[in-house]
C-alpha cells in the first residue's frame, strides 16, 4: 500500500506587496534584494485571512481538483507556525470551517520551514499502515505576523499563504520515501520567541488591522530572529548531504528525478541543492520570486501551482525537499 497524492489546491491573499514597496518603509533597494534571493514580491494577509482561512481554502480547492467530499477525509494535518491560536489547533479550525462533522483527528505540527514535510511523512505512515484511508496535509502561515517590520534582513523575505495535498491509498506507487531530521543543537541562528515569554507583562501591543500591518515592535514582541550567514552554510551543507542520502539509497541518476520541488526560502540554496542533485534549473519549480519565503507553505503552494499549469503530469516523479528552524530538514520522493 501506498499513499499518493490525489489532489492539491492553495490560496494567496489578495493582497501584493512589491520590493518597490518595501523600499518605501525601509532602506533596501528592489535590486538588492532580488540579486540577494530572487524575490520580487509577496503576498501579504489581511486581518481575516488567517493560517485557518487560507488553509481551508487551499483544502477546498485540492478536494475539487481530486472529485472527493470531506466525508471521505479520515485526517487533518497541519504545518505552520502562525497558527490562529495557540489552542485549539489550526487543524481543528479548518476541520470545523470544512463542515466536517464526523470526528477525524486533527492537528498541528510545527517544523518550521520543514513542516509540510513532516506532515506529508506522518500522514504517509497512516495510511500505508491502513489505520486511515484520506488524509488533508496543509501547510498555512501568516510570516507577515512574525517578522519585524523595520528590520530589513529579515522583513523582505517572507510573506503569506497556503498550499494543500489530497493523500488517499493507493496501490499505484506515490509517496516511495520520506527522510526527517532535526538538530536542536543549533537552534538560536533562527528562532521566534514565545509570547509568554517574550511579554513579562502579560499585555502585547495591539496589531494594527490593516491590509498591510504596521506592527509596533517592542522588546516584548515575538518576531523572526535570524543568522542569515550561518543558516545559508548550514542549509546547503545539510541539504547537500539529503540529496547525497536520497541518491545512494534509491540509486538516482540525474535524468530519474523530473522535478525538484524546493522549500522556497533563497534562490541561491535552490541552485547549489540543484547543482547537488544534478538537476537543471529549467527542472526546479520556482515560487520564490512571486511567493517569496511562505515557510511550511512553499513546497505545497509550488506543487500546486507546476500541477495546475501543466509542468507537473501523472507518473513523474518528483523531489521535495526543505530546511527550516529547529534546526530542522528533510524530504520527500513521490511518483505524482
Known amino acids: 500500500m501506498y499513499s499518493r497524492i490525489c489532489g492539491t489546491g492553495s490560496y494567496l491573499p489578495k493582497k501584493v506587496m512589491s520590493n ?41 480547492r ?13 485526517m487533518i494535518i497541519v504545518a505552520t507556525g502562525a497558527p490562529d491560536k495557540i489552542f485549539p489547533s489550526t487543524a481543528c479550525f479548518i476541520q470545523k470551517q470544512l463542515g466536517i462533522t464526523h470526528n477525524c483527528p486533527a492537528f498541528d505540527v510545527q517544523a518550521a520551514c520543514t513542516g509540510f514535510i513532516y506532515a506529508l ?27 519585524n517590520w523595520s528590520d530589513r534582513s529579515t522583513c523582505v523575505l517572507f510573506g503569506d499563504g497556503a498550499g494543500c495535498v489530497l493523500l ?3 496501490e499505484e506507487p506515490g509517496v516511495l520515501s ?12 533562527l528562532s521566534v520567541d514565545n509570547i509568554q515569554l517574550a511579554d513579562h507583562t502579560g499585555m502585547m501591543p495591539e496589531v494594527e488591522k490593516t491590509d498591510t500591518p504596521s506592527l509596533p515592535i517592542s522588546d516584548f514582541y ?7 550567514k550561518k543558516v545559508f552554510k548550514v ?31 533563497n534562490i541561491r540554496i535552490i541552485k547549489a541543492t540543484a547543482e547537488k542533485l544534478g538537476v537543471p534549473l529549467e527542472k526546479v519549480i520556482l515560487t520564490v520570486g512571486e511567493h517569496s519565503n511562505t515557510s511550511s507553505a512553499s513546497i505545497p503552494l509550488a506543487l500546486d501551482v507546476a500541477v495546475r499549469d501543466g509542468r507537473i503530469k501523472r507518473g513523474q516523479t518528483l523531489l521535495c525537499e526543505a530546511f527550516g528552524a529547529g534546526l530542522t530538514w528533510g524530504s520527500a520522493l513521490i511518483k505524482f
Request: hydrophobic residues 35%.
Open 178 to 189: 520520506t527522510y526527517l531530521y532535526a538538530d536542536g543543537n543549533q537552534d538560536e541562528i
Open 121 to 147: 511523512s506522518i500522514a504517509d505512515q497512516f495510511i500505508k499502515t491502513g489505520q486511515i484511508k484520506c488524509a488533508l496535509v496543509v501547510g498555512a502561515e501568516m510570516m507577515s505576523r512574525l517578522i
Open 235 to 265: 542549509a546547503v551543507t545539510r541539504l547537500g548531504e539529503l540529496v547525497e542520502e536520497i541518491k545512494s539509497k534509491h540509486q538516482l541518476g540525474e535524468h530519474d528525478i523530473d522535478w525538484l520541488v524546493p522549500h522556497q526560502a
Open 168 to 170: 488517499e491509498g493507493s
Open 222 to 228: 515575538p518576531y523572526v530572529k535570524m543568522d542569515g
Open 62 to 74: 485540492a478536494l475539487e481538483a481530486a472529485g472527493k467530499s470531506t466525508q471521505e477525509i479520515d
Open 20 to 60: 518597490d514597496d518595501w523600499e518605501k518603509r525601509v532602506e533596501t533597494s528592489s535590486e538588492w534584494i532580488l540579486d540577494r534571493t530572487g524575490i520580487q514580491s509577496r503576498h501579504i494577509a489581511s486581518s481575516h485571512e488567517t493560517s485557518a482561512y487560507m488553509g481551508t481554502q487551499a483544502a477546498k
